[in-house]
Every structure is written in structure tokens, then in C-alpha cells.
């Protein structure tokens, strides 16, 4: 945790965030979200009143926002209708020029959850939602803590 912010520049902007699938740039991404949410199981201690709990597990969920630029969801997921389940790495890179530094989180076993195949408005710039889960996380680099 942030010992101090000598100045609210420091805050990171998602601006300056970028990702990429398999080595390949995303550039039309607008968002990434990613996130471990654990299973646990409810223990009784004697001689404790309130109800404790144990981690016994966790799945890795996410979702990446795309403005609609081309087909490249619907060429990468091609198969997903025969039962293909293509898996990827997506890398997260997040360095604010402003920030004490910046933030690479790398995601293994990439399978998304679904694939928009058509999702538009008129008079609306074209965004699709991918969800997707993990089975592994690493940071690439870390923000020291000030």
C-alpha cells in the first residue's frame, strides 16, 4: 500500500494502459479487467461466536473491452461452434508517465466465455465485452511501494 501520494498525479491513469494477446497488440482495447475470486468453506471454531472461513480454491476471471474494428475476436475464437476451446496469454501493461512506475501482469490460460457475433446500435460507436478466465497470473512488474 501507498505509504504517501505526494501529489495526486501520481494516481495511475487507465489511459495509458495497453494489452497484448498472444504477442499481439491490442490496440483497439478500451478496458481490461482481471481478477482471482476465492472459494471458501465456512468453519465453526469452538469458542469463537462468529463463523471463520478457508480458502480452498480460487478461479481467475476477466474481461477485455474492445472498441469494433475489425473481425480479430471472431478469427481468433474461429472453431468455438465444432468445440474448439483456444487458449491465449494476454499481457497488461500499465504505466502512467506520471505514476512511480509501471504495472506488467501477465495471464495464462486465457479461455473466453463467450464471442459476440453481431452486437450494434445506430448512431453508437461499435464496443463488445469479452469475458474470459484464467488458470495462472504473474506480474512482470511491479509499482514499488514509496
Not at 20 to 39: M, P, S
Not at 91 to 117: H, I, Q
Request: hydrophobic share 40%; aromatic share 8%.
Amino acid at each position: 500500500m501507498a505509504r504517501s501520494i505526494d501529489s495526486a498525479k501520481r494516481v495511475i491513469n487507465g489511459t495509458f494502459g495497453q494489452v497484448w494477446l498472444d504477442g499481439d497488440k491490442v490496440a483497439e482495447c478500451t478496458a481490461l479487467q482481471a481478477k482471482i475470486a476465492k472459494n471458501k468453506t465456512d468453519i465453526n471454531l469452538c469458542g469463537q461466536f462468529m463463523i471463520d472461513t478457508k480458502a480452498t480454491g480460487g478461479k481467475g476471471t476477466g474481461s477485455l473491452t474492445l472498441y469494433k474494428v475489425d473481425s480479430g475476436m471472431a478469427q481468433r475464437l474461429s472453431g468455438v461452434q465444432d468445440g474448439i476451446d483456444r487458449r491465449f496469454s494476454i499481457v497488461s501493461d500499465l504505466k502512467d508517465p506520471d505514476s512511480y512506475g509501471s504495472e506488467r501482469v501477465a495471464l495464462y490460460n486465457v479461455s473466453f466465455d463467450d464471442l459476440t457475433l453481431a452486437d450494434w446500435k445506430a448512431a453508437t460507436v461499435g464496443e463488445v465485452t469479452a469475458p474470459f478466465t484464467f488458470t495462472k497470473y504473474e506480474f512482470l512488474d511491479e509499482i514499488e511501494v514509496q
